[in-house]
């Protein structure tokens, strides 16, 4: 049964940072790419960012130089590191797993609200 368990989400004042986690069972989580993506309410879920099983990560263009991902492969772990929090990040934040264009699992959301 695959698993993807996110956490760290919460709320921040403008500015701040948090980190999210987000630990995968029941996968080979080194093949995977792993990604990060939001869902604004009453807006679209939105790509944030890939990082790729060889270390290659991408970023949008709306978080790039404020949010970092990287992985721990020996944890099966995949963290997204959020500095200079906007409000307009305010979103449920969602892990997702994949590979080969057949296999893909999403986590529950974390939620993240940025507000003074």
């Known amino acids: 049964q695959v698993q993807l368990v996110e956490s760290g989400g919460g709320l921040v004042q403008p500015g701040g940072s948090l980190r999210l986690s987000c630990a995968a069972s029941g996968i080979i989580f080194s093949i995977y790419a792993m990604g990060w993506y939001r869902q604004a309410p009453g807006k679209q879920r939105e790509w944030v960012a890939t990082?790729?099983?060889?270390?290659?990560?991408n970023y949008a263009d709306s978080v790039k130089g404020r949010f970092t991902i990287s992985r721990d492969n020996a944890k099966n772990t995949v963290y997204l590191e959020m500095n200079s929090l906007k409000p307009e990040d305010t979103a449920v934040y969602y892990c997702?797993?994949?590979?080969?264009?057949?296999?893909?699992?999403w986590g529950q959301g974390t939620q993240v609200t940025v507000s003074s």
């Open positions: 990082i790729t099983r060889g270390g290659t990560t």
């Open positions: 997702n797993a994949a590979y080969s264009g057949l296999h893909d699992y």
